[in-house]
């Protein structure tokens, strides 16, 4: 990966951020995501490149999709991509808090190549001993490890996680240990990288969430640290058989930033709506004002940068 990457790709969510804007805030998920997914695929394609889809929006959604194993670019580099072309197609729907458009790149099988799966996961910031949090633990005791490493009550920590009925256990026994519980509707790419940048208030994150926002998300960690730990979920023998398929033997296998991510990666995400992390699309007489996080691990350089665009 080299900096000529940086801007092409800050270009493309830039891009598919500014296509998504007719559609914030008009209730219809399926037309956000696939302008989103028709300007990511169109722009990716002038790109020279040799490029493949590894983790693209799959079945769960039935939506418009840039699939797993498409290929695209013009020839060149062999690269592996990992996409979000709108991440929270129901945000934008409801011009609710945090959608963004997300691409990470890097070198060829370099992402985990995984079906869309549910992964659990717990992600939380950089300079933390490595036994701080530990996925196969109770969340109290994940709690409470972070509670005592950085010298507070484990009331004083907050968890962010998504507000799901599958959650009810999980957020039950948080709040009987007494932390602060910020719930989300989507966005755990957000979420995490939230919890793993020292600018927010959120200390950790935990739950289940898509598998592909999984590895988006840590490598948006592997540019700027943090630790996430995920798990795959399968819910019936099909998906594990087809993960098998895919060269995953260990279905109880805990999942780390270098295991999502093997190499260096270029990360860039930009608003759709604002956000904990950037701001919305907005315009400004014939102008697009975006602002997008633009990250990469060979030089562990995390930039916010805004754009005007016509
Ligand atoms: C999360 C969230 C996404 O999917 O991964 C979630 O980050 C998981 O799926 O924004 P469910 O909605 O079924 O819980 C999204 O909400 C949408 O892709």
Redesign the pocket.
């Known amino acids: 990966m080299d900096n000529k990457w940086l801007y092409l790709i800050q270009n493309i969510t830039e891009n598919t951020a500014i296509a998504c804007y007719e559609w914030i805030g008009k209730g219809d998920n399926i037309a956000a995501d696939r302008a989103a997914v028709n300007i990511m695929r169109k722009e990716l394609n002038k790109l020279p490149m040799n490029a493949r889809i590894a983790i693209g929006?799959g079945e769960?959604?039935k939506a418009p999709m840039l699939y797993i194993g498409e290929k695209l670019g013009k020839g060149g580099e062999d690269i592996d991509i990992a996409v979000?072309p709108l991440?929270?197609?129901?945000?934008c729907a409801k011009a609710g808090f945090g959608?963004m458009a997300v691409i990470a790149i890097s070198s060829k099988d370099s992402f985990l190549y995984a079906p869309d799966l549910?992964m659990e996961k717990i992600a939380i910031g950089k300079n933390f001993p490595n036994d701080i949090i530990d996925i196969n633990k109770s969340i109290r005791k994940n709690i409470s490890n972070l509670a005592e490493y950085k010298n507070c009550d484990a009331k004083d920590i907050v968890v962010m996680m998504?507000e799901?009925d599958?959650h009810q256990i999980l957020l039950d026994e948080i709040r009987s240990i007494g932390a602060k519980v910020r719930l989300i509707?989507?966005?755990?790419?957000?979420?995490v990288i939230a919890a793993a940048s020292s600018d927010s208030d959120v200390d950790i994150y935990v739950g289940?969430?898509?598998a592909?926002?999984?590895v988006l998300a840590a490598s948006a960690l592997k540019c700027i640290g943090g630790k996430i730990q995920g798990k795959l979920v399968f819910k019936s023998k099909e998906q594990i058989s087809r993960a098998n398929k895919m060269g995953i033997k260990d279905m109880e296998k805990v999942y780390e930033v270098d295991d999502l991510v093997k190499n260096d990666v270029i990360f860039s995400a930009t608003g759709v709506t604002d956000g904990y992390l950037v701001k919305g699309v907005y315009k400004s007489k014939d102008k697009f004002i975006t602002e997008t996080l633009l990250f990469n691990s060979y030089q562990k350089k995390s930039h916010k940068v805004i754009t005007k665009k016509y």
């Open positions: 929006e769960r959604d979000d991440e929270g197609t129901t945000i959608s549910y998504l799901r599958r509707a989507d966005g755990d790419i957000s979420a289940s969430g898509g592909p926002e999984g």
